[in-house]
């Protein structure tokens, strides 16, 4: 199979880049290069044939036109996106523009592409999006693929929006698309801006290690490369017109996640003082959802697929992979807000 995958630079569709050159396709890379993008997190499969990069915006027309027309893939597996949401609080403007415009913009040049090719049946259209679009959970329940969506920051709204979009497409045109949304991920190639990086890089730097209000906010943890492999089984063998929820079933307040991140560093890079003793709780950011929860049962019970890594097997690795590669994070520090406070209304 022959992928588009857009966003492949960033860090979850890096991922799904090494994931699937691994696995045999041929992936084509299109991707923007903005500030959380960077051709490093593919280094590993640059050189092989399989692999294919294209500098481009979503956004731009005539550019993606003329990379379906060039490399005419099988599907495409749509993850460019803007994704901070203390970023999107600061600056919607790039959020509505990125994640709104351009996947119009990637579903009109696909749905050309597909009908100029005959409607071939295989043909998919994969969005990727992030179960925040279904808003906050309270103490008990779990997001599925019926929650109704009621989105709260500018981007899990941005998001929202795009999901509508690929949905319409797939309804007023008979696109065969794709949809899945996924809870929080982590790992190898974590932009240093998101709250596991940021952590562990505060942590070695003896910094104050900042947690929002009290920490008692939850997420469920996805290790990247189990989303990968969910994914490519989605484009593959995912039913059209179908959404499918992945989670870690790894649920964790962001407190207890910072303490299991300083207990790691303690073992493997003991300091003069446990690393707990940096955690600083922070003013709240405006609009903070309270918890996520995802039931994967869909994808279990269609697709075969379940989380592979737990939580404490997954930072643990994590931790190690930032420890190991020192050289990757440093050349991101003086990126456009990187290690500033962001989002805070």
């Known amino acids: 199979m022959k992928l588009l995958v857009t966003g492949g630079a960033g860090f979850i569709g890096s991922a799904v880049v090494r994931h699937a050159v691994r696995a045999g396709h041929s992936v084509v890379n299109l991707d923007k290069l903005t500030y959380a993008g960077s ?14 990069f294209e500098q481009a915006d979503i956004c731009d027309r005539a550019a993606v036109d003329a990379i379906f027309a060039a490399h005419r893939p099988d599907a495409v597996m749509h993850l460019a ?31 050309t592409y597909w009908g100029a090719e005959g409607k071939p049946g295989a043909f998919r259209f ?13 103490p008990k329940g779990m ?52 709250l596991i990086p940021v952590v ?8 104050p290690i900042p947690i929002y209000g009290k920490g008692d906010n939850i997420r469920d943890w996805l290790y990247v490369e189990d989303h990968a492999e969910a994914l490519l089984l989605a ?31 303690d073992e493997k890079r003991p300091g003069n003082a446990p690393y707990s003793e940096q955690i600083t709780f922070v003013a709240d950011r405006p609009g903070h959802d309270q918890r996520y929860a995802i039931d994967p049962a869909r994808i279990r019970a269609e697709l075969g697929w379940r989380p592979s890594v737990t939580l404490d097997e997954g930072l643990e690795k994590t931790v190690q992979w930032f420890l190991d590669h020192e050289d990757w994070w ?10 500033k406070r962001l989002g805070s209304g």
């Open 81 to 111: 996106a803007e994704s901070h949401v203390d970023r999107s609080i600061d600056g919607p403007a790039a959020f509505i523009e990125t994640n709104i415009t351009g996947t119009y913009t990637m579903l009109e040049a696909a749905r």
């Open 126 to 138: 994969h969005h990727i999006s992030t179960d925040e679009v279904f808003g906050s959970l309270g």
């Open 39 to 52: 051709l490093t997190n593919v280094a590993e499969v640059a050189e092989s044939p399989l692999y294919a």
């Open 235 to 265: 484009v593959e063998r995912g039913t059209v017109g179908r959404s499918y929820n992945i989670g870690g079933e790894n649920e964790a307040t962001n407190l207890e996640l910072v303490q299991k991140i300083c207990a790691i560093l």
């Open 330 to 339: 440093r050349a991101l520090q003086d990126r456009d807000g990187v290690g």
């Open 143 to 194: 997001f599925t693929e019926d929650t109704a969506y009621d989105p709260r920051s500018p981007y899990s709204a941005s998001k929202a929006s795009s999901d509508h979009l690929v949905r319409a497409w797939h309804e007023t045109y008979g696109l065969p698309v794709v949809l899945t949304n996924c809870s929080n991920n982590y790992g190898p190639y974590h932009f240093p801006e998101k």
């Open 200 to 207: 562990i890089l505060k942590a070695l730097a003896g910094a």
